[in-house]
């Protein structure tokens, strides 16, 4: 029998504009496939100015009175687009309590209250699915939840902000500024409403405590995660990765050493041979290390509208069969989790570019008996090279000596494998 299913949405952005466009598109597939047919009951926007020719072409009706929603008890499933995590997370909360199932990409919100979120819909006996907060298009969190529950993950290194991605392929491959680069992003509607947060690396450490929550049933704070943006990555530093035979990446990655979590969010020098190395532009990459299926990697794009609305697509659609098959109410990540205990990393490979630098370099990593991978000195002024396997006590030791015959422009972690 078919079966009607109402939809609110908050919000008439970017990611909502995709959800209405591909909605009306997949109407009768999905309609063939699974019996149920969605309609759009009504759009939360802050001003009907700009917005009319849309809910006209659309047919859809726009109310800047949230209540009209939330206290409407014939919509089934909010979906809150809007952004932010004041309003967002009051009217979530208000949405979950009356027994409305909540979709959210909202990266920032779940990241810091999913937990309790979570809490809230499983009392309510509604679900409350997100998706499109992590990846935009890579059904990552149905993975996590799904095929890798009978398995034990490691470790993960995901390039997670299409944003930062798209900038830092660009000035490496076309030349472009880091402004323009930054701006072309943001054309392309991939950048957040404050950019700051792709380029500081706060969106994908958000991202990364969505994934570890998953993986790992741990609850981590932002002040667990070394974060660090790529601002300080200049054309110069891209020069001299491609010489040596890397790329320069924004990396979030975790691992899980002991009982310990160690996790970092920062730019990284991403070897050409790496899995990750072929992640361009605004696609996201994820790479899962666990104890029975070895490495796996999944890709596709992490943001732009028609991906993000795509995943928020398909929660919606999964909330409506399990509504229909009146499954059990799953949700995607347990709640009352414990908060995690945090590593420093150990040893790893670094890239230092130097300038004013007086000796050989060569001759003195050798004295000083550095193991160096690959050195590029173009005179005896400017150099870069990537010193191997040091400890954090290694690499001050090395900082101090370098101190002494160079100026250091720069620090990067290197990731060969
Ligand atoms: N600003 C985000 C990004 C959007 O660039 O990845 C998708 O989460």
């Known amino acids: 029998m078919e079966k009607q299913v109402k939809i609110a949405v908050l919000g008439l ?24 047919t969605f309609s759009i009951a009504k759009v939360l926007v802050r001003s009907r100015e700009n917005k009319e020719e849309q809910a006209k072409k659309h047919q859809l009706t726009l109310t800047t009175d949230v209540n009209e929603i939330l206290d409407d008890p014939t919509i089934d499933i909010v979906v809150e687009l809007i952004g932010g995590t004041d309003a967002a997370k009051k009217w979530i909360i208000k949405a979950l309590k009356q027994k409305k199932h909540v979709v959210t990409a909202n990266k920032d919100l779940i990241a810091q209250f999913g937990n309790e979120l979570t809490s809230i819909a499983k009392q309510s006996n509604v679900s409350l699915f997100y998706e499109a907060s992590v990846a935009g298009g890579i059904p990552i969190l149905h993975t996590l939840n799904n095929s890798f529950i009978a398995d034990e993950i490691t470790g993960i290194k ?9 900038m830092l392929t660009q000035m490496a491959e076309l030349g472009l500024s880091y402004d ?3 701006q072309t992003a943001q054309a392309a509607g991939f950048a957040e409403a404050n950019p700051t947060n792709d380029v500081d690396g706060w969106d994908a450490a958000y991202k990364l405590m969505i994934l570890v929550r998953l993986a790992f049933a741990k609850d981590l704070a932002l002040k667990d995660i070394k974060i660090v943006g790529i601002q300080s990555i200049t054309q110069k530093d891209n020069d001299y990765a491609q010489k040596l035979g890397y ?9 899980k050493i002991e009982e310990h979590l160690y996790a970092e969010v920062a730019p990284v020098l991403l070897s050409n041979t790496h899995p990750l190395a072929v992640v361009k532009n605004e696609m996201n990459g994820i790479l899962i290390e666990s104890k029975a299926m070895g490495t796996s990697m999944f890709y596709g794009p992490g943001a732009g509208a028609s991906p993000t609305a795509q995943s928020v697509l398909a929660d919606i659609l999964a909330i409506a069969q399990n509504m229909t098959n009146k499954q059990p109410v799953p ?7 414990p908060n995690c205990e945090i590593h420093e990393e150990v040893v790893s490979d670094y890239y230092f570019l130097l300038s004013d630098c007086t000796v050989d370099l060569a001759n003195f990593l050798e004295k000083q008996e550095v ?9 005896l002024i400017e150099a ?14 090395l900082i101090e000596q370098l101190q002494q015959v160079s100026h250091i422009k720069q620090i990067l972690s290197v990731v060969e494998e």
């Open 331 to 337: 949700q995607m990540s347990v709640s009352n989790l």
């Open 13 to 36: 952005g970017v990611v909502a504009s995709g959800l209405v466009e591909n909605l009306n598109a997949a109407k009768e597939k999905i309609k063939q496939q699974t019996n149920l």
């Open 180 to 182: 323009k680069a930054l």
């Open 384 to 397: 870069a090279f990537v010193a191997k396997q040091l400890t954090i006590k290694q690499k001050d030791w």
């Open 158 to 166: 995901g390039i997670l902000n299409g944003t930062t991605n798209f």
């Open 247 to 255: 790329q320069i990446k924004l990396l979030a990655q975790v691992k």
């Open 371 to 379: 193991k160096t991978l690959s050195l590029s000195q173009t005179d």
